[in-house]
């Protein structure tokens, strides 16, 4: 049996309020704008660049999980509010979003950490409601700002069932890059990892 952390929150009901939101009436966009960008794991009709205001993307979640482990916890990303977040959307088709969504809550909500959303995303052929995993700064697995020291010591020692941070903020900077979207934050702290090396 895996040890994994207790949830924070039971996220069954969170998927059942996210579904009845959706209605299923329509077919499903979610927002990327992390691991969803480059490893979806979901078939999807569409895909499009898109832009959120009012949260941006931000690496200031503890991961004790996917990134990290309960003793050494990891970073992944989280959407915090204020700013802006550029990513994609993916539209999938309304007969398949139940199973996909199933399945993408095992994989982003297992603690219940995130507080899904639906927030209009702009996209070049006009905008969208899509589906989108937010962080709260009341969280207790929001980090609060972290020293550099601290970053680089995470990028070093920090690795979960997923693999480490460091790999993890690469593939989702170079896979930004690929798409046009450059980071200077995601830049920064990249920059911090390979002084560390």
Known sequence: MTNWPAPLRDPAPMLERALSEWGGHQDLWIFGYGSLIWKPEFEYAERRHAKVHGWHRALKMWSRINRGTPECPGLVLGMLSGGSCRGVVFRIHKSEARPIMANLWQREMITGVYDPRWLTCHTPQGPVNALAFTLSR????????????????????????????????????????????????????????????
Do not use: M, W
Request: hydrophobic share 30%; glycine share 6%.
């Open 138 to 197: 009341k969280s207790p697995n929001h980090t609060g700002d972290l020293p550099d020291n601290e970053y680089r010591r995470i990028f070093a020692q920090a690795c979960g069932r997923y693999g480490t941070t460091r790999d993890y903020v690469q593939a989702t900077f170079d896979e930004l890059r690929r798409q046009g979207i450059h980071d200077r934050a995601l830049a920064r702290l990249l920059a911090l990892a390979q002084k560390q090396a």
